[in-house]
């Protein structure tokens, strides 16, 4: 039998039953930057960690110039030596500010939670994702560096769910 888990873990294991709770839960644990904050800071700390966790068809479309790729689904990996999809820079990063991001603030919020568990002390998360990024007009690229327009970042990001997503027939 496994050990019973203790502490948050404990709690976001046996209370949690949606995805909104497990996001209320680790808005708690983890800071967040709105997007105003984060160009202010860009502008005083122009090499400021921004990490993007959104997949690679994401990140290829738009994202901030400057800002490392490592997907969510292989973070752990990332911030490790000794595999494959280890980033020496990313692992080296322990004790740097570092700002992740994603498309609307909720897989950076994990990934900033996960983050904190394996020995990062300086990860925020930035609150309303690259949507709110957008909406602030602040200046994103695209895979070849090239400047994204903000009505085709408008666009993109406009949601798309259909009536299944929405839990409606």
């Known amino acids: 039998m496994f050990p019973r888990p203790t502490g ?41 960690m921004i990490l993007d966790v959104r997949e690679p068809y994401e990140f290829k479309a738009m994202h901030i110039d400057r800002s490392i790729h490592v997907p969510r689904g292989i973070l752990e990996t990332s911030c490790e030596y000794g595999y494959e999809e280890t980033l020496p820079e990313l692992v080296a990063a322990r004790d740097r500010e570092i700002v992740i991001v994603c498309r609307s603030g909720n897989r950076s919020l994990l990934a900033a939670y996960t983050m904190q568990l394996m020995g990062y002390e300086h990860v925020r998360s930035l609150k309303t994702g690259l949507r709110g990024w957008n909406d602030y007009e602040q200046r994103l690229v695209d895979g070849s560096g090239q400047p994204v327009s903000i009505d085709k970042a408008d666009h993109y990001f406009a949601p798309r769910l259909t009536a299944a997503q929405l839990g409606k027939s």
């Open 8 to 48: 948050l873990t404990a709690h976001l294991i046996t209370d949690m039953k949606r995805f909104n709770e497990l996001l209320d839960a680790v808005r708690n644990e983890v800071a967040e930057i709105f997007p105003w904050d984060l160009a202010n800071k860009l502008e005083q700390e122009p090499d400021l």
